[in-house]
């Protein structure tokens, strides 16, 4: 059984992991309009995606649990952007938000001694920490990158690798 505190913690986290799917698909969606980044919209198309089966994945484990999982109210996300720079910033910065959250409710468990959530959480920090690598690949490739036009094209046709290097399905 959840304590209140866990549940809400917990469903808190539902909240957020549905509030980064929104976050990338609003990101795929602006890049599959601009000319030449379909690679990078399909990386976001497949982010956004994996990031509701966090969510989804969270919910069912609060419901085992004798919880109730609620399904979250979300603001609309950013959906423009500057560029693709400053959208990177902004997934590195998204990724360290959902870190710092994910440790938050691992401390709980601690101090709950709620060794079941505790024990459930490890996969979100592993994930955690491979996709804040990821970010931040991505991040120093288009700082190394610049302006240059054929490093550009190079980063939208490599993308996906990033995923598939890490094990991903998309
Ligand atoms: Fe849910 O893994 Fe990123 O945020």
């Keep these: 059984m959840l304590s209140e505190s ?3 913690s917990l469903n808190n986290q539902v909240k957020l992991e549905a509030a ?29 995606e ?18 109730f999982a609620l399904v979250p109210a979300l603001e609309q996300p950013i959906v423009t952007f500057k560029g693709l ?3 990177f910033e902004d997934f590195l910065k998204h990724e360290m938000t959902v870190s710092n ?27 955690q920490i491979e ?9 120093d490739k288009l700082e190394m990158i610049g302006e ?9 046709r490599d993308i996906l690798n990033t995923r598939n290097n890490a094990g991903k399905k998309g």
């Excluded at 938050?104 to 994930?127: C, G, I, M, P």
């Excluded at 804040?132 to 991505?138: S, Y």
């Design 85 to 87: 720079k400053s959208m």
């Design 20 to 48: 980064s799917s929104q976050a990338y698909l609003a990101m795929a969606s602006w890049c599959e309009i601009q000319p030449g980044y379909d690679g990078i919209a399909e990386y976001f198309f497949q982010q956004s």
């Design 50 to 67: 994996e990031e509701r089966v966090h969510m989804l994945k969270l919910m069912r484990f609060i419901n085992e649990r004798g919880g």
């Design 6 to 8: 866990m549940l809400a």
């Design 148 to 156: 240059d036009k054929s490093g550009l094209y190079l980063f939208d």
């Design 131 to 139: 996709e804040e690598k990821n970010a931040r690949i991505l991040n």
């Design 101 to 127: 959250s994910i440790n938050e409710l691992v401390d709980l468990t601690l101090r709950e001694k709620d060794y079941a959530t505790h024990n459930f959480l490890q996969w979100y920090v592993s994930e």
